[in-house]
C-alpha cells in the first residue's frame, strides 16, 4: 500500500497570502487527487494532478486559485492563493493503488491532511 | 457525472447494537464502493469495499452489501464497540471508464456515536 507524506500538516496564515502543501508518495503513482474537507463536511475533489501534464480541475475549482504542480510520478504540489476565511479546511492529497498482478485494485490512500486556518 | 447520497447524517447506538449506513448513487456504470472511516482529526482510512460483481462482502464485524438494480450500498457495523465511534464515507466512482484511474465522488457522512 501507498505511503503519503503531506506537509504541513496545519498552518494558521494571513488572509491575501499563498500556501503551498507537499504531498509525498512512497512509490511512483500514476494519479494524485488533492480533497478539500471543510469542517465538518465531506470530501470534495479539487484537481487531479496528472504527471506531465496540466492538473485537471473540478467544477468550482480554478487553477488561478488552486495551481498545482506534478513535476515527477511520486510529488505534487498544491498552492492555495490568495487566501481568504472561507479557505479555512483541511487539504488532503491522495492516490490510488492500481494493486498488482492485473488486477485493478483500486483503493485510494490519502495523506495526513493539512488543517488550514486563515485569519 | 456520479451523485452518491448518504443517510443517515447522525447515527447513535448502544455498545453491543448493530448501525447500519445506506448510500444510493446515480451511475449505472459504477462498479466499485468503498467505504471510509475517519476518526476525529484523521486522515480518512479504508475498512472495506465491494465490486459490482459479488452482492455482500464481510470482514469481522462490518460487511458491504450491494444492490445494482436499486443502485444502493449499505455499511452494516455488528456488536458496535466506542472505538467505532467516528464518521463514515462511501464513495462511488465518477466517470469508471476514464483512463483506468477512479475519481471518487463522496457522500455526505454520517457520524456515528457508539455509548458503552
Known amino acids: 500500500s501507498a505511503v503519503i507524506s503531506q506537509k504541513p500538516s496545519r498552518d494558521i496564515c494571513q488572509r491575501g497570502t499563498s500556501l503551498t502543501i507537499q504531498c509525498q508518495v512512497d512509490?511512483?503513482?500514476?494519479?494524485m487527487f488533492w480533497y478539500r474537507q471543510q469542517p465538518g463536511q465531506s470530501l470534495t475533489l479539487i484537481a487531479t494532478?496528472?504527471?506531465?501534464?496540466?492538473?485537471?480541475?473540478e467544477s468550482g475549482f480554478v487553477i488561478d486559485k488552486f495551481p498545482i504542480s506534478r513535476p515527477n510520478l511520486t510529488f505534487s504540489t498544491l498552492t492555495v492563493s490568495n487566501m481568504s476565511p472561507e479557505d479555512s479546511s483541511i487539504y488532503l492529497c491522495?492516490?490510488?493503488?492500481?494493486?498488482?498482478?492485473?488486477?485493478?485494485?483500486?483503493?485510494?490512500?490519502f495523506g495526513q491532511g493539512t488543517r488550514l486556518t486563515v485569519v | 457525472g456520479e451523485n452518491v447520497e448518504q443517510h443517515p447524517s447522525t447515527l447513535s447506538v448502544q455498545e453491543g447494537d448493530s448501525a447500519v449506513i445506506k448510500c444510493t448513487y446515480s451511475?449505472?456504470?459504477?462498479?466499485?464502493f468503498p467505504w471510509y472511516k475517519q476518526e476525529l482529526g484523521k486522515r480518512p482510512q479504508l475498512i472495506i469495499d465491494i465490486r459490482s460483481n459479488v452482492g455482500e462482502k464481510k470482514d469481522q464485524r462490518i460487511a458491504v452489501t450491494l444492490n445494482k438494480t436499486a443502485k444502493h450500498f449499505s455499511l452494516h457495523i455488528t456488536e458496535t464497540q466506542p472505538e467505532d465511534s467516528a464518521v463514515y464515507f462511501c464513495?462511488?466512482?465518477?466517470?469508471?471508464?476514464?483512463?483506468?484511474?477512479?475519481?471518487?465522488?463522496f457522500g455526505a457522512g454520517t457520524r456515528l456515536a457508539v455509548h458503552p
Open positions: 451511475d449505472s456504470a459504477s462498479n466499485y
Open positions: 512509490s511512483q503513482v500514476t494519479m
Open positions: 464513495a462511488a466512482p465518477d466517470s469508471p471508464f476514464s483512463g483506468g484511474y477512479n475519481k471518487l465522488i
Open positions: 494532478a496528472n504527471q506531465g501534464s496540466e492538473a485537471t480541475y
Open positions: 491522495s492516490v490510488e493503488d492500481l494493486g498488482t498482478g492485473g488486477v485493478w485494485n483500486t483503493e485510494a490512500f
